[in-house]
C-alpha cells in the first residue's frame, strides 16, 4: 500500500500527533493519504463496493480511535494495513455467507472445470480444510498465512523465520499439492 505523496499533508509524524490530538484536518489528510491503497487491498476479496468503502471507514475509524496504541515501532502503513486485513476478516467470519460451499468463479478455475466437464463445481469446505491439514507443517503455515490472512512473502518469512524465495517455494509446493488434491476429489 502506497501512501500518496501530497505536499500538503507535510510530515507523517506531525499528521500522526494532529490525530492524536483529535485535529479533523489531520485526520483527512491520513484518511485521504491511504484511501487509494485499502481500496485496492480490498478488491482482492471481492467485496461489493458497498462493502470496501464501509470496512475502509470502519478500518480508519479504529485507526483514529487507537491512534494512542501506536509507538513508532514498524511502519504505520503496515499498522493500518493489518487493521484493515482484521477488518476484512472479521467482516468474513461475521457475515451470513453460506459456510458449506465455495463456489469459485476465476476464469482459471472455470476453464478447467469446463475441460473436466464440471464448471463452477461446488467445492466442499470441509475437504479444503482436510487437505491443508494433510500438507506438511511449514508448507501449511505458510499458504494459511499467504492465502487465508493475506500477508505478503516478506511478513511471512520474518515471521516463520525463513527466506521470503523459500516462502514462496513453499506456497508454490502448497498450491501443486492443494491442486492435486483437490481434482482427486472432484476431478
Known amino acids: 500500500m502506497k501512501p500518496v505523496d501530497d ?16 485535529n479533523r484536518a489531520s485526520q483527512k489528510i ?8 485499502l481500496y485496492a487491498h480490498s478488491q482482492s476479496y471481492r467485496l461489493t463496493g458497498q462493502d470496501v468503502i464501509s470496512l475502509i471507514n470502519e478500518t480508519m475509524l479504529k485507526v483514529f480511535q487507537n491512534i494512542d496504541t501506536y509507538q ?11 487493521i ?29 472445470g469446463e475441460v473436466n466437464g464440471k464448471g463452477h463445481a461446488p467445492l466442499d469446505t470441509e475437504y479444503i480444510h482436510r ?13 494459511e498465512l499467504y492465502a487465508v490472512q493475506g500477508y505478503r512473502h516478506t511478513e511471512i518469512a520474518r515471521k516463520l523465520n525463513m527466506s521470503e524465495s523459500n516462502s ?15 481434482k482427486n476429489n472432484h476431478g
Open 7 to 22: 505536499h500538503i499533508s507535510g510530515d507523517i509524524e506531525a499528521i500522526i500527533d494532529g490525530c492524536r490530538k483529535n
Open 30 to 37: 491520513l484518511y485521504d493519504r491511504y484511501f487509494e491503497g
Open 72 to 82: 513508532g515501532k514498524g511502519a504505520f502503513e503496515s499498522w493500518i494495513h493489518m
Open 84 to 112: 484493515h486485513k482484521n477488518n476484512i476478516l472479521n467482516h468474513f467470519r461475521t457475515s451470513n455467507r453460506d459456510k458449506t460451499d465455495l463456489i469459485f468463479d476465476s476464469e482459471t478455475v472455470s476453464f478447467w
Open 131 to 143: 487437505a491443508m491439514k494433510s500438507l506438511p507443517s511449514q508448507t501449511r503455515e505458510v499458504l
Open 168 to 182: 514462496k517455494y513453499h506456497l508454490g509446493k502448497a498450491r501443486k499439492l492443494m491442486a492435486e488434491k483437490l
